[in-house]
């Protein structure tokens, strides 16, 4: 992880920052005036009246730069304020600030350049020091030092932490966006799939239906009754199971959900396919009863290809066969000849062979589906069909 980067400051922090490294100075200043009017009998001289103050303020304003150079100023503050004690908590602070880094090389050579500026301090304050106090005089400046480092690292680790807090917290933010994206992505294409399975089916008998009236000129009247009726009635069906798939994806508590179409279905699937007029013929050699998921799937694979023989082979004969039995697979198999009628190309949504694989996908099982060598089209799929009977006795 990255520590050079430090947050940038506000007006308000870098003043407060300033005042407190000013502080901290103010007595050490008072300290060296005291010591100084004591042992000097002319007062305290012109460099600490004039010359501390001015090099104080002078590290005080190179403080404002430590950020974008941290090691500059760090190295001069440090070296500068040994000639002035009023400038003693910026040096505190430029090296705290540097520490804040923590690159052990970068500070190490900023206190060492800082306890040996220290010790030709006496040039500019001429105190007497007692004999054999040079262990002193190295300890005070690498004890206030060490101090500094010390602070300095705790801060740039605490900084580090709530960088690493914040970077996972803007993740979790992320990924929980992307699940939501996600989750509104499936909702949608599971409606559309809906939607699709429901409407497709009726308003291709519908526009079959309709398409025969506007075609067909010798038509008796009992027939066009039986042809207007079929319209009237699978639009109506169509509203219906519209309102039944709009009440499950609204969670509407007051309406009892629908039931669900399953294996058995089939047969009637397929006798109002032939009351509007599709050629279609069933052959069944299925044993025993299936599963929901793998009934409602087999319903749907018959009513796609019910809906794509009207829409795309007019007038071609349809046969579809269910084969299977517990323990194996469940074959489903719709095979059209071509067509034998031409009509206006009905529009293509694109989503029913999609949504169809969708689902055998997730019912575990494989689609296939091709034109045959005489134009016509078939269309295969086969779902498993584990025998749960047995793996109870078992």
């Known amino acids: 992880m990255n520590t050079d980067v430090a947050p940038r400051l506000g007006g308000w922090q870098q003043t407060w920052r300033l005042a407190a490294a000013t502080a901290v100075s103010l007595p050490v200043w008072l300290s060296a005036g005291v010591l100084l009017s004591r042992e000097q009998a002319t007062g305290t001289g012109p460099w600490f009246l004039i010359g501390d103050p001015l090099v104080a303020l002078g590290c005080l304003a190179a403080l404002l730069w430590r950020r974008r150079f941290p090691l500059a100023v760090a190295m001069t503050v440090a ?47 001429p105190v007497q020091s007692p004999p054999g106090t040079l262990w002193f005089q190295l300890a005070v400046p690498g004890l206030t030092a060490g101090i500094a480092v010390a602070v300095g690292m705790a801060i740039g680790a605490r900084r580090v932490e709530v960088r690493s807090l914040r970077d996972r917290a803007e993740s979790a933010e992320r990924e ?5 994206a996600q989750a509104r992505a499936l909702e949608r294409n599971r ?45 109506h069906q169509a509203l219906e199971e519209l309102r039944d798939v709009l009440a499950v994806l609204r969670a509407d508590p007051g309406r009892p959900e629908p039931p669900q179409p399953s294996l058995d279905h089939i047969p009637e699937l ?11 013929t069933l052959t069944t050699t299925v044993t025993g009863k299936p599963s929901d998921v793998v009934g409602r799937t087999c319903y749907r694979i018959v009513q ?12 071609a004969h349809l046969h579809i066969t269910l084969e299977g039995t517990a323990g194996d697979t469940l074959t489903v198999s719709l095979h059209n000849s071509p067509a034998t009628k ?33 134009n016509g089209y078939i269309l295969t799929a086969q779902l498993p069909w584990p025998n749960h009977g047995q793996e109870k006795r078992t």
Do not use: W
């Open 304 to 315: 796609e290809g019910l809906t794509n023989a009207a829409k795309h082979a007019p007038g």
């Open 176 to 180: 929980q966006s992307a699940r939501a």
């Open 191 to 235: 409606i559309a799939r809906e939607m699709h399975d429901v409407l497709a089916h009726r308003i291709s008998l519908v526009a079959m239906q309709a398409g025969v009236l506007c075609h067909r000129s010798d038509l008796a009247a009992e027939e066009n009754r039986v042809l207007v009726r079929g319209i009237a009635d699978g639009s």
């Open 79 to 125: 070296i500068a304020s040994t000639a002035s004690a009023l400038a003693t908590g910026a040096a505190l602070v430029a090296m705290g600030s540097l520490s804040t880094r923590r690159r052990p090389v970068e500070i190490g050579v900023v206190v060492v350049a800082y306890v040996t500026a220290s010790q030709f301090a006496a040039g500019f304050y």
């Open 342 to 374: 031409k009509t206006a190309k009905p529009p293509a949504s694109g989503f029913g062979l999609l949504g169809l694989t969708e689902r055998i996908d997730l019912a575990g099982g494989t689609l296939d589906h091709h034109p045959t060598p005489e």
């Open 270 to 280: 397929v006798a109002d396919a032939r009351t509007s007029g599709l050629d279609v």
